[in-house]
């Protein structure tokens, strides 16, 4: 087997060799033609996790958060400035404590939203990620239907350029 590979190889580098001569030698040395889109910026990536706690309005009660969120942002900018990011929320480890109840609820789930910015200014993109609220009360095996929440609201700011810059997440209504 082993003599095998060895003849295999031989003959590869005899083919190479004999077919190197006839690429043509401007083929190697040409420059690549811009096009609009190589000119604008270039796609911007970050992922970033944050500490999440606080109180929010539940379906029954307030209930306080704790937990991690890990939130990445996608710019891709247009070649005329603006764009469009795309970030993505992710809850890890994330539980909650009923106000009244004591009981201990668990949030889980992931969002996805796309929004667009502008080719003027540094804009402040701000979102609020749907997750899965998992009540204490319920038997093993359930089927529960999901009781969609928005606890928690994601703020992102990108330039003009699509550069990313802070990113933040508080838990709570957000002030308009």
Same mark, same amino acid.
């Given at each position: ?7 295999l ?10 077919l ?22 270039? !796609?911007? +990536?970050?992922? &970033?996790?944050?500490? $999440? ?5 539940? %379906?029954?009660?307030? /209930? *306080? ?63 609020? !990620?749907? +997750?899965?609220? &998992?009540?204490?009360? $319920?038997p093993?095996?359930?089927?529960? %239907?999901?009781?969609? /929440? *928005? ?26």
């Amino acid at each position: 087997m082993r003599r095998n590979a060895l003849r295999l190889a031989g003959k590869v580098c005899l083919l190479t060799a004999a077919l190197g001569p006839t690429v043509p030698a401007t083929a190697a040395t040409a420059e690549p033609t811009r096009t609009a889109r190589a000119a604008a910026a270039l !796609p911007q +990536f970050r992922t &970033v996790r944050l500490p $999440v706690s606080g109180t929010f309005a539940g %379906p029954a009660e307030k /209930i *306080r958060v704790t937990g991690t969120l890990d939130v990445t942002v996608l710019t891709l900018p247009a070649a005329a400035g603006g764009g469009t990011a795309q970030i993505i929320s992710s809850l890890d480890g994330t539980g909650g404590t009923g106000g009244s109840s004591g009981g201990a609820y668990d949030l889980v789930g992931a969002g996805r939203d796309s929004l667009p910015f502008s080719a003027g200014a540094t804009t402040t993109l701000k979102t609020r !990620p749907s +997750f899965v609220l &998992v009540s204490p009360v $319920v038997p093993p095996h359930p089927v529960v %239907p999901p009781n969609p /929440i *928005r606890p928690v609201t994601v703020s992102v700011t990108v330039s003009s350029t699509g550069v990313i810059g802070a990113v933040t997440a508080t838990v709570g209504t957000p002030a308009p």
